[in-house]
């Protein structure tokens, strides 16, 4: 999944440092927040690097607004190009990117409901 802003900004800093090999545990952390980092592949420096990134996302049950945000983001990412434009293949593009999201949205709550 995509890094957040301040894990970006990690990364960035790493860069920066002219710190390649951290910059690059970082992304992968970030871009993998629930992958196992294997120990016996990394150096505990890096695996402290891995769980210093990965703590710049809190879960969304600890943090919903952020993670709505990270939601409307992508989706602002996706469709404002289409929005922009008025023709019929950019509008049968937001229909598909709407219903799509219908679907998981029900899907969600589905999911969210109490279990007997």
């Known amino acids: 999944m995509p890094p957040t802003n301040h894990q970006c900004l990690r990364i960035a800093d790493a ?3 002219d710190n390649v090999a951290q910059a690059e545990v970082f992304l992968w952390a970030a ?4 992958a196992e980092f294997p120990d016996e592949d990394y150096s505990l420096e890096e695996q402290a690097w891995a769980a210093s990134v990965r703590a710049l996302r809190r879960p969304p049950d600890q943090d919903p607004d952020s993670a709505r945000t990270r939601l409307d983001d992508a989706i602002r990412a996706e469709t404002t ?3 922009l434009r ?4 950019a509008r049968e593009a937001l229909r598909l990117v709407g ?7 029900h899907t969600v709550l589905i999911a969210a409901e ?3």
């Open 86 to 89: 008025d023709h019929s293949a």
């Open 15 to 17: 860069l920066l440092d």
């Open 114 to 116: 109490p279990r007997p």
């Open 31 to 34: 871009w993998h927040p629930l």
């Open 81 to 83: 190009n289409l929005l």
């Open 99 to 105: 219903a799509h999201l219908v679907t998981r949205g």
